[in-house]
């Protein structure tokens, strides 16, 4: 009877362990194989630091992090244009990412960075 409590306790122990661990593993760029991470790491990074925390650059100019706090552009059609045309100290990507990329990286701030 004892034991069977013991194992019980295990279980319980064991599951909220594992529950734990994958709810505070969050999306890492820098592990990450997919295609827009890759994009991210090569031409995000610079500037929104390597997990997009965001940094301050050496002139004191502050990038956003794009993983948490206040989102500034919130729908997908604002995030797609800041992408494409930049502004306020961000590059524009229109030149470098085709439509198509600029989209999954729309996607990939929605589904990996702001939900992690
Ligand atoms: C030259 C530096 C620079 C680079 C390179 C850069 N960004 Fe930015 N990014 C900024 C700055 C500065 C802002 C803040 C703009 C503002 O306040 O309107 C910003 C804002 C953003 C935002 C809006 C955040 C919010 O609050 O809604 C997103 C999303 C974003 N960047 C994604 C990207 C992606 C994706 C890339 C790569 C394709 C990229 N950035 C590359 C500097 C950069």
């Known amino acids: 009877m004892v034991y069977a409590k013991l194992l019980i306790i295990i279980i ?5 362990a594992c ?12 592990e990450s194989a997919s295609y ?10 610079v500037c929104h630091g390597p997990e997009a925390e965001g940094k301050t650059l ?3 100019k502050q990038i956003p ?4 706090g206040e989102f500034k552009y919130t729908t997908d059609q604002q995030i797609y244009q ?13 030149n470098q990412l085709s439509e198509r990329e600029i989209r999954q990286m729309v996607e990939f701030v929605k589904r ?5």
């Open 112 to 116: 990996d960075l702001r939900e992690n």
């Open 65 to 68: 992090n794009l993983r948490e």
């Open 58 to 60: 050496e002139d004191g």
């Open 82 to 94: 800041h992408i494409s045309d930049g502004g306020n100290g961000m590059v524009p990507f229109r």
């Open 12 to 16: 319980f122990a064991g599951a909220a």
């Open 36 to 45: 827009e991470a890759s994009i991210f790491r090569q031409n995000c990074a």
């Open 19 to 30: 529950g734990f661990g994958s709810s505070t593993k969050r999306f890492s760029i820098a």
